[in-house]
């Protein structure tokens, strides 16, 4: 199974000319690993495969629209022929994840089944993660974003060497090699928002973790001990999605880092929105910048109900047009219409509606504050509100697609039980066609410093001023 992992590395990574490595995925007494479950037929493996290749003829609604299909059948192909021997589920997922880059569409993944619960059981039972929030550059170096709870000296901004020995460089190549998302730089920001999930399952857990710092080319090495937090706690709470508060100079500010929540956290984000609201028209608040830069998605109606009311002066379009596959889901949750696997597309005229008179709408202007974590109904959000004039949007280019992909189904494959989680719609935003395999461009370019978010809410505020 090692040289045929290798084999497979080889095969399906040239093409990010990354140095490719065994990765050891044997057990000892030191590293702890993933469930790596029974060993998997041959013939399982390959029938896993084709499983694939039909979901994309017949539950995808356009695999053209963000990958390139005659190289994905290519590599699929490859990846049959290189399955010579059985394996285990863990290794299968490293071997099929490798296919994810070419997807490029940050819907659509192989994944390590039921992620979330083994990592909460690995903590249970005292697992350590990585402990450091990291940054990945475009020259696949890491760089310290996070350092909570650390009593180290390593600081915010420090570039990391090594890990445990092994050079970053090929530690971001092997976990980049099986990310998913629309472009490369929306692969790098969501390698790093979930580097410590990922190295547990390339590299697993060795309880402390030697880090070493590249300090002006002196490296200085630091064995720290790993976090065991779990993924989300039962007891999260409201606050710790969205924060709201009031800036100088009569500018309010609201961060919103998702629009999905738990049926117990439903009333709780609309009773906050309300309160939000309300507060900023006691203080008389004129603009507001809404922070979306980490907030990967969700529901629209979070933005549609919980936001546009208090933005926006007329009603405006949510979208231009829409293709989707006719799934039984789709059917169920509508309002498409159309034959049970068929391909349905068409113009979308439904409006995102806001009433005439509402005392709670701000006086001025929204400005609405992107990152590359922006994704999915995030991406709605933007360009609904950029393309009817509600709304500026600043940051910096956003590095998924302007128009998304959505509408996420899940599957099991037979053979390996492995999770392929993709689209069965395509939504374009309501300038049209030709911006949607661009990014989101900001009307005002605000650049990021992922040590510190506050610089950016700073220079957004100073350019609001500066508009007035």
Known sequence: M????????????????????????????????????DLISVEDLQNDVAELKTLLSTVHPEPSFTMNVAEV?????????????????????????LMNPFFNDGHMLISYPEYNQRLNDHIDNGGRLFPLQ???????????????????????GDKIAAINGIAASEIVGNILNRMHGDTASNRRAFAAERFAKMYWLLYGDTGYYQVDID?????????????????????????????????????????????YYSPDHEEPFFNFMEESWLEFHNANVQDVIIDVRNNPGGTDHYWQLGIAPYVADES???????????????????PFKGELGAIVEGSY????????ENDLRIPGKAYLLMGPLSYSSSVLFLTAFQDSDQALIAGESSGARSCTTGRIHSFSFDGSQL???????????????DLCKKPIQPDILISDEPSDPDIAVKRLADAILDRR
């Open 73 to 97: 059948e290519i590599q699929l192909d490859k990846l049959t022929q290189e399955i010579v021997e059985p394996m285990t589920q863990l290794e299968a997922w490293q071997y099929f994840s």
């Open 134 to 156: 990291v940054g990945i550059d475009e020259s696949q170096n890491i760089y310290v974003t996070g350092i909570e709870n650390l009593d180290e000296d390593i600081e915010v």
């Open 316 to 334: 405006f379009l949510f979208l231009s047009g829409f293709k989707i596959r006719m799934t039984e889901r789709n059917i169920r949750l509508g």
């Open 215 to 259: 300090d002006s080319g002196d490296l200085k090495r630091y064995s720290i001990i790993g976090s065991n937090n779990r993924t989300e706690s039962e007891n999260s709470e409201i606050g710790d999605f969205v924060q709201r508060k009031i800036l100088a100079n009569d500018i309010g500010y609201l961060r919103i880092d998702r629009f």
């Open 419 to 433: 999770e392929l989680t993709m689209p069965t719609a395509i939504f374009t935003r309501p300038a049209g066609q």
């Open 349 to 356: 005229d439904d409006l995102v509606v806001v009433e005439e």
């Open 2 to 37: 090692k040289n045929l992992l290798v084999l497979g590395l080889v095969v399906l990574s040239g093409v990010f000319n990354v140095q490719a490595k065994d990765i050891e995925i044997e057990s000892d007494s030191n590293i702890q690993f993933p469930p790596q479950g």
